[in-house]
């Protein structure tokens, strides 16, 4: 199976910081991964998908990037709304697998 | 809009067994492969098992494999998981969520909580 690791696992910022979260998987894979956004009590929602595609209606303030085996989810300006878990996932391999997520939390 | 809407979920014993549903709409069932994943209390995400557009390929994760089984019914719009040999590990928000090989899971639906316990 494709580990994920994501760091940190959680993180305090105060509305308006830049945020970045990074993850890294065990292999290459291809710039197959996705961003996911979780708050408590709901589904997760796609953000991003091949690394740093944004998905139709999410703000222009989250953004992707990395290659190979490192990843990286950037919020430029953290908004009030987006205080909430951050998933990775690699839809590389039929074993999709998903990072231990990073819980971004009000300073 | 697409809808995804779970149920089956409750309490059972382990050994037992239960049947997850997951009701979909707005968009052609019959097109798209189906996830499950799971979240057990306070933890992360886990994908469970993933079936294609037409049932022809199934894959699961090695913690289910044996125990689950991931079916559909393309006539009634419908995702099911059979899940036996319940265990207390199995505890979790069991989801549903479309997407295909090689890409993203691009909706979810609200989860269905599934208790094994005696």
């Known amino acids: 199976d494709i580990q994920m690791t994501q760091s940190p696992s959680s993180l305090s910022a105060s509305v308006g910081d830049r945020v970045t979260i990074t993850c890294r998987a065990s292999?290459?894979?291809?710039?197959?991964l996705a961003w996911y956004q979780q708050k408590p009590g709901k589904a997760p929602k796609l953000l991003l998908y091949a690394a740093s595609r944004l998905e139709s209606g999410v703000p222009s303030r989250f953004s992707g990037s990395g290659s190979g085996t490192d990843y990286t989810l950037t919020i430029s300006s953290l908004q009030p709304e987006d205080f909430a878990t951050y998933y990775c996932q690699q839809y590389y391999s039929t074993l999709w697998t998903f990072g231990q997520g990073t819980k971004v939390e009000i300073k | 809009q697409v809808q995804l809407v779970e149920s089956g979920g409750g309490v059972v014993q382990p050994g037992g067994s239960l049947r997850l549903s997951c009701a979909a709409s707005?968009?052609?069932?019959?097109?798209?492969?189906m996830h499950w994943v799971r979240q057990a209390p306070g933890k992360g995400l886990e994908w469970v098992a993933f079936?294609?557009?037409?049932?022809?390929?199934?894959y699961y994760a090695d913690s289910v494999k044996g125990r689950f089984t991931i079916s559909r019914d393309n006539s009634k719009n419908t995702l099911y998981l059979q899940m036996n040999s319940l265990r207390a590990e199995d505890t979790a928000v069991y989801y549903c969520?479309?997407?295909?090989?090689?890409?993203?899971?691009?909706?979810w639906g609200q989860g269905t909580l599934v208790t094994v316990s005696s």
């Open positions: 079936i294609r557009y037409d049932g022809s390929n199934k």
């Open positions: 292999q290459g894979i291809s710039n197959s």
């Open positions: 707005g968009f052609t069932f019959s097109s798209y492969g």
């Open positions: 969520a479309n997407g295909e090989i090689a890409a993203p899971f691009d909706y």
